[in-house]
């Protein structure tokens, strides 16, 4: 959904390094599953995407969704495990809920 060179000069990666692009685009699936577990919608990319005419809830990617997707990605990146010794420990960017709030489906 994210194109890797966006996903690359997020988390400051030379666009040429490939080592860990299988990781990055892992990273990019769940980053897109988040939004749609916390949302209760599903994410498409573009309007022509097959389903989405159909879908009367549809959250359509825009810049809020691309940050959080990207501020998670880079969260995961560069904090590999659930727990990280020597080192205070840190939750999913508070930044992510507070861009996502907006397109949740409530009451239902």
């Known amino acids: 959904m994210l194109d890797l060179e966006t996903i690359k000069q997020h988390v400051r ?5 490939d080592d860990d692009n299988f990781l990055l685009e892992t990273y990019s699936g769940a980053a897109k599953r988040h939004v749609e577990h916390y949302t209760d919608r599903k994410l498409y990319g573009t309007t022509s995407e097959q389903g989405y005419a159909d879908d009367p ?3 359509l990617l825009d810049d809020e969704i691309i940050v959080a997707m990207l501020l998670l990605i880079g969260h995961w990146y560069e904090n590999r495990e659930a727990v990280t010794a020597g080192v205070s420990i840190t939750e999913t960017p508070m930044a992510v809920p507070m861009l996502l709030w907006p397109h949740r489906r409530l009451g239902v």
């Open 57 to 59: 809830t549809a959250l």
């Open 13 to 17: 990666l030379e666009p040429d390094f």
